[in-house]
T-cell receptor, first 116, second 111 residues
């Protein structure tokens, strides 16, 4: 079974500061990993995905994440926070390529607050 | 590409009533997923269709829940005899590869 743990349900940063959102995964097969962002009362938007190619993945809005197999981590970073980054962020894992549904298993989310 | 659409966006119902939600996926996507998201939690998988075939259902999907995808196009999710615990955001997603595209969701409130 696959699972995701997001450390820190709430993270608060100042505008212009580094954003670091932590995600650790568990998977019995090589995983595909995703970060999604959700604004209030909206669906989820994909920020970036790891699909077994480059371990450093760049996404939209200046975000990037690094896949570290030895640490089973896929942390999300952004060098400089913007007020518009305030939202909830979800890390997810899927068992792509194993012949199953490739459903996403999500973490509980991290709510990011950006202070002026 | 018009994206994934869901209807209605909000539904308020009384306990015991039946409700039906609709999802229109991106037209060329053969895979369709339903998820449920409760307050303060990440989305949880409910069910999966490949074309018109429902190939996986979560144990979260009780007998009161049924989903269909006739002709492999739009999908409906019906909840019979709603309970207060069914109050949640119901999200639909579609895909043709690893990336799933999500709709805006239907927020259900059961009074």
């Amino acid at each position: 079974a696959q699972s995701v743990t997001q450390l820190g349900s709430h993270v608060s940063v100042s505008e212009g500061a580094l954003v670091l959102l932590r995600c650790n995964y568990s998977s019995s097969v090589p995983p595909y990993l995703f970060w999604y962002v959700q604004y209030p009362n909206q669906g989820l938007q994909l920020l970036l995905k790891y699909t077994s190619a480059a371990t450093l993945v760049k996404g939209i809005n200046g975000f990037e994440a690094e896949f570290k197999k030895s640490e089973t981590s896929f942390h999300l970073t952004k060098p400089s926070a913007h007020m518009s980054d305030a939202a909830e962020y979800f890390c997810a894992v899927s068992d792509h390529g194993q012949g199953g549904s490739e459903k996403l298993v999500f973490g509980k989310g991290t709510k990011l607050t950006v202070n002026p | 590409d018009t994206g994934v659409s869901q209807d209605p966006r909000h539904k308020i119902t009384k306990r015991g009533q039946n409700v039906t939600f609709r999802c229109d996926p991106i037209s060329e996507h053969n895979r369709l997923y339903w998820y449920r998201q409760t307050l303060g939690q990440g989305p949880e998988f409910l069910t999966y269709f490949q074309n018109e075939a429902q190939l996986e259902k979560s144990r979260l999907l009780s007998d009161r829940f049924s989903a269909e995808r006739p002709k492999g196009s739009f999908s409906t999710l019906e909840i019979q005899r709603t309970e207060q615990g069914d109050s949640a955001m119901y999200l639909c997603a579609s895909s043709i590869s690893a990336e799933q595209f999500f709709g805006p969701g239907t927020r259900l409130t059961v009074l």
